[in-house]
């Protein structure tokens, strides 16, 4: 899947909401940006943001690619409840 050819496509994935059905699609095999959104209770937006990162590092790996994750921003987008927060991580993916 991560061969295909997707130059200037735009990938969305309303699915799983992660990328586990978009990240083999990305544009550029050497990596780039990825936004992840979530809907997030307050008091866990550390814990989500690891998750998100660990997933997306092992979702590279399954589809044997090595690359270097890192946070670049967390927005902090709206209240979407009580105690819960509409996120976005902005992921650097480069390749190693």
């Known amino acids: ?3 295909l050819d997707c130059k200037e496509e735009i990938i ?3 699915f799983a909401g992660i990328g586990y059905f978009v990240l ?3 544009v550029k095999i050497d990596g780039g940006m990825l936004h992840i959104h979530g809907n997030v209770i307050d008091s866990e937006e550390s ?3 690891e998750y998100v990162v660990k ?3 092992n979702i590279a790996k399954s589809e044997g690619l ?3 994750i890192s946070v670049e ?3 902090r987008v709206k209240w979407y409840g009580p ?3 509409h996120l976005v991580a902005d992921l650097s993916c480069k390749k190693l």
């Open 12 to 14: 969305v994935d309303l």
């Open 83 to 85: 105690h819960i927060r």
């Open 47 to 49: 814990s989500w943001l």
């Open 66 to 68: 090595c690359w270097q």
């Open 1 to 3: 899947m991560a061969q």
């Open 55 to 57: 997933t997306i590092t």
């Open 73 to 75: 921003h967390l927005e």
């Open 24 to 26: 083999p699609f990305l």
